[in-house]
């Protein structure tokens, strides 16, 4: 299961990357208002730092705009993936780019027949939200499993980029079921690391080790 971090906050993805464990990143238009920075800067440093897909999101709602705004943000680095929202405009956008041989992460994706229209338009990544599902009272993670079945029984290539993701039973979930990547905050990607049994018993390890007196260097 690769795991991409879901920020445009570079010194967050710096730290991130120096785990060994990040296989890309994600960004949208609300991230990268957050970072108050100019997009094409941010995307072309965060580029620098992985060599996995980094998804920057096209903020037009046209065909022609979005198409246009896809081909200047793939030109930024050949790592560049770029995304699109799930409306009939993004997607004629996204088998548009997807001939020229961009990758295409389909956004904003809550039904299963959305994920099904984004494989058939030749997305790279389909990304179903499952946290804004769960906040409204439907079942997020539901879809990952509905779409990974589909996905399955066509052979589709497109990967199912499991966003949205709000705590670690998100992740746990959707590796169980199969999921190709989980999109998180970073910390979400630091609560993985964490259990209290982790914590006490390297505690008391340490301590016993001090009572010898030795050092291993
Ligand atoms: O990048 C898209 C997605 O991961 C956003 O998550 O927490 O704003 O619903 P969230």
């Known amino acids: 299961m690769k795991f991409f971090v879901d920020t445009a906050d570079v010194s967050e993805i710096r730290a991130m990357a120096q785990t060994g464990l990040l296989d890309g990143v994600t960004t949208n238009p609300s991230l990268i208002a957050k970072s108050g920075r100019?997009?094409?800067?941010?995307?072309?440093?965060?580029?620098?730092?992985?060599n996995g897909p980094v998804s920057a999101e096209v903020t037009a709602t046209d065909f022609d705009t979005m198409l246009a705004e896809g081909r200047y943000l793939r030109a930024i680095a050949q790592n560049v993936c770029v995304k699109v929202p799930l409306t009939e405009a993004g997607l004629r956008t996204c088998r548009a780019l997807a001939d020229e041989g961009t990758k295409v992460n389909v956004t904003l994706c809550f039904s299963a027949v959305q994920a099904l229209l984004a494989a058939k338009a030749g997305a790279a990544f389909i990304s179903?939200?499952?946290g804004r599902l769960d906040d409204i009272g439907q079942d997020g993670m539901q879809l990952i499993a509905d779409v990974v079945q589909i996905y399955r029984n066509y052979a589709f290539s497109t990967e199912v980029l499991v966003a949205s993701v709000r705590h670690p039973v998100h992740v746990l979930t959707a590796a169980k079921l199969g999921a190709?990547?989980?999109?998180?905050?970073?910390?979400?990607?630091?609560?993985l690391f964490k259990h209290p049994l982790t914590d006490r018993g390297l505690e008391a390890f340490l301590a016993d080790w001090q009572k010898t007196g030795q050092s291993i260097l």
């Open 38 to 50: 100019k997009m094409a800067e941010v995307i072309a440093e965060i580029c620098a730092l992985t």
């Open 180 to 191: 190709h990547v989980a999109t998180m905050p970073p910390a979400t990607i630091r609560a």
């Open 128 to 130: 179903p939200f499952v």
